[in-house]
């Protein structure tokens, strides 16, 4: 996490109307070869019955207010989908969330957890939801801090666009919540981005949403106004085609997968 912007493009003074990702008079698009989440995606949906998703001996951790399976496991989820295409292999029939205590319930559970990234992840949610007001006030404004929507096409859309480039599904971090309280970042998301298409006025990322399990539809887009005198944060506007908020997105880094044994048709 750094606390000013790394994009080149002064917010305040947007200068080259075309930020970088974006294409100039034109439209491209790109996908990931073969991937869909009708195939490679889970079929049940990111709805598990309350329980732990782990246990330390005797305690179990929802009593301090985590590790409770019903809060869902949106990153595991996606971790295990970009693992099972990695390997070649389509996702399992069943429309049933794996038992707790399972083989591919511990199998979740354990993506679960490495898709925090040592904390990172939730530590770049909670700077994305807490420290970048909108608009931006106090300190934020005096560090010229950008709002998530900024971010999100500034810095982050480049860096799933690459992703998918070179044939990689990109785990994106969806920002659904504003504020600084930390039990909020349980509204937050994750998903799997697989293909896009941009101009000089939008984007569209077409993702895996463990919430909406065999769709290939769902999209994440940004409209983009042509007014190149205001700042981008004026310009930008976000959302999703399934119509949950969406204030910003980013790229997540994709943690080594372990096998995939648990996963294998039966």
Excluded at 105 to 116: G, M, P
Excluded at 129 to 138: H, K, N, S, V, Y
């Amino acid at each position: 996490m750094s606390i000013g912007d790394r994009h080149a493009v002064d917010p305040a003074d947007p200068g080259d109307p075309t930020p970088p990702g974006l294409v100039a008079a034109s439209e491209t698009a790109g996908e990931v070869p073969g991937f869909l989440p009708s195939i490679h995606g889970l079929r049940f949906a990111n709805a598990f019955p309350p329980g732990p998703t782990l246990t330390l001996g005797p305690i179990d951790p929802r009593v301090v207010g985590f590790g409770d399976a019903s809060a869902g496991l949106c990153g595991g989820m996606a971790l295990t989908a970009r693992d099972l295409y990695e390997a070649g292999q389509p996702a399992p029939a069943g429309d049933d969330p794996p038992n707790s205590g399972s083989p591919r319930f511990r199998s979740l559970v354990r993506r679960q957890v490495q898709s925090l990234d040592w904390l990172r992840v939730p530590l770049r949610f909670f700077d994305l939801q807490a420290l970048r007001p909108d608009p931006p006030a106090g300190l934020a404004a005096a560090l010229r801090r950008e709002p998530p929507r900024v971010v999100a096409i500034l810095d982050e859309w480049p860096r799933i666009r690459a992703e998918i480039d070179d044939g990689h599904p990109s785990v994106v971090g969806l920002v659904r919540a504003a504020g600084g309280s930390p039990w909020d970042l349980a509204r937050n998301h994750q998903v799997l981005a697989f293909a896009y298409a941009a101009g000089d006025r939008f984007v569209t990322l077409r993702v895996y949403d463990p919430n909406h399990p065999c769709r290939d539809d769902v999209e994440l887009r940004a409209l983009i106004s042509a007014d190149h005198g205001a700042p981008w944060r004026d310009r930008i506007r976000l959302s999703q085609s399934t119509g949950e908020p969406l204030l910003g997105f980013f790229r997540q880094p994709y943690p080594r997968p372990g096998p995939v044994r648990a996963w294998c048709r039966r």
